[in-house]
């Protein structure tokens, strides 16, 4: 030993020795001073703080242990404290068991109504099931999306504690003109994870705020009334369309999806239609005249649209309501037969579509007489589809009385009187009769020019119309403009699928294809 520390004196006693030693243990003391700071930055963010979430912190207290339910690890028996940037911090009582129950009862609650849904498939008629579908999907969505907020408890936790937070700001902001008392009750509520109060307080706070809405609803439905009655129908689709988005009423959404319907804004009418469909089943039933008013809205809809398989079920789904509650010797039963008539006819199911046009024309002339506009639709629809048959005489005789009895009631600047005006045409075109048949296409064209705008595809079906019997007289220079106009419109406002655009892009290929070539000059 004493050998050892000799050893080591006499190294020491070295000058550059030394001066090596003393740098060693310099370093080593800078490393300790790093060391010792970097550990404390662990300790004290283990004992002081949490995870930071949306403007304040949640700290959750109690111990760890794994969830029974989806295995993940959750705190057991703690509660968090969010901080808000109104009225200090909200304790909230709420705790990550309670959460998972209450996750747990909502699943139970949607698989409930899942085996409820499936029961009620075996006894439903076709048009029941499309519904029930629907409604299967809908409860599916919300049963993965409760199932994702069980697998990731800390996750929802933390979402739904920092919900409580921001409705607990809300409150303070929007209830001024609500009681202390009560705001203090709400806000205690949501503490314990209890919305109920505070979603009351919310409620009327939206009542108070919803009746100036209301007010500028009825105004702009007012105002879509008058532009109705002018047979200004773009100006009405507008007005309307204002007051649904406002106050999205059964009687708002029911025009609505009308005028954007006769307006050619079809993609909107289809959402005005579904809204519709939905208001009415939640605020008068199943079983009610409404919902079969709905459902017939919405499948012309659909139709127009070329949706054919889809309209179908929902046109019968509304006949059969309407077969319960309003009965069949009804005038709007009538236009429900003669609507899925239409339908079968563009299936090309002509011999299904005759009897129910029949049906329909015997129903309105023992309901609402034969010198009713509503009687004129239906003689126009049977002859149209006796045209489209080959029965041309049958068919010209009932033309001619729905215009008489048009220009008696609507007036010849209504835009179903252009509409019959073109079928007569078509017709007239058919029987060889070309020279009758132009003035009534371009008449036609400026009552829609004027009634539903040049932009409008039923504008667009009279300029083909045109355009077709223009060739068939040989004056391939004035039909092709129209032909090109046409198209155009169909594409901008039906799509490229659409059966009309098909049906147009046909004439228009053959069009191209017999048109003479040009002569030198």
Not at 198 to 210: G, Q
Request: aromatic share 8%; charged share 25%.
């Amino acid at each position: 030993m004493e050998e050892y520390l000799t050893l080591i004196w006499d190294w020491l006693g070295d000058e550059d020795h030394r001066a090596r030693l003393l740098a060693i243990i310099a370093a080593l003391g800078l490393i300790g001073t790093f060391l010792g700071w970097f550990f404390g930055l662990f300790k004290r963010s283990s004992s002081g703080g949490g995870q930071t979430a949306s403007g304040g912190s949640i700290n959750v207290g109690g111990n760890v242990k794994r969830s029974a339910i989806t295995g993940e690890n959750k705190a057991e028996g703690g509660s968090a404290t969010v901080g808000g940037n109104v009225g200090g911090n909200l304790n909230i009582g709420y705790t990550l068991e309670q959460h998972e129950a209450a996750q747990q009862r909502r699943l139970d609650e949607l698989r409930a109504d899942l085996e409820a849904k499936h029961a009620a498939m075996a006894d439903a008629s076709e048009a029941k099931q499309e519904l029930l579908r629907r409604d299967l999907d809908q409860i599916q969505k919300e049963k993965i999306a409760v199932q994702g907020r069980l697998r990731d408890l800390d996750a929802s936790y933390a979402e739904v504690v920092n919900t409580m937070s921001d409705l607990k700001a809300q409150l303070d902001r929007e209830g001024n003109d609500i009681g202390g008392d009560r705001l203090a009750e709400a806000r205690a509520a949501l503490e314990r994870g209890d919305f109920s109060k505070a979603d009351a307080l919310f409620a009327e706070i939206e009542a108070r705020k919803a009746m100036a809405v209301q007010s500028a609803a009825r105004a702009a439905f007012g105002r879509g009334e008058i532009a109705e009655e002018q047979v200004r129908w773009e100006d009405a689709a507008e007005h309307y369309a204002r007051a649904a988005g406002l106050d999205p009423t059964y009687d708002t959404l029911f025009k609505a999806r009308e005028f954007a319907w006769r307006a050619g804004d079809y993609a909107r009418a289809v959402g005005f239609g579904a809204e519709l469909i939905r208001v009415a089943r939640e605020g008068f039933g199943d079983e009610s005249t409404a919902l079969a008013s709905a459902l017939n809205e919405h499948a012309g809809t659909i139709y127009a649209i070329g949706r054919y398989a889809e309209a179908e079920p929902l046109f019968r789904q509304a006949l059969e309501i309407g077969e319960k509650t309003i009965g069949t010797q009804h005038p709007t039963y009538a236009i429900r037969l003669s609507n899925l008539a239409g339908l079968l006819r563009a299936m090309g199911r002509t011999n299904e579509a005759e009897p129910l046009y029949r049906q329909a024309l015997e129903i309105g002339e023992k309901t609402i007489g034969t010198t009713h506009p509503g009687y004129a639709i239906h003689l126009n629809n049977l002859a149209s589809l006796l045209r489209d048959m080959g029965r041309l005489d049958e068919a010209e005789p009932l033309f001619r009385q729905a215009l008489e009895i048009d220009a008696k009631t609507i007036g010849t600047a209504h835009p179903d009187y252009a509409i019959h005006l073109n079928n007569l045409a078509l017709l007239l075109r058919a029987m060889g009769r070309t020279d009758e048949a132009e003035p009534l296409y371009r008449q036609a064209l400026e009552i829609d020019a004027k009634a539903i705008g040049t932009a409008h595809p039923g504008y667009a079906t009279g300029l083909l119309n045109l355009a077709v019997l223009l060739q068939d007289m040989g004056r391939y220079n004035e039909a092709e403009p129209f032909y090109v106009e046409a198209l155009e419109i169909f594409r901008v406002t039906l799509g490229p699928n659409h059966p009309n655009t098909k049906k147009a892009e046909g004439y228009y290929a053959i069009f191209l294809a017999n048109r003479p070539a040009p002569t030198p000059d």
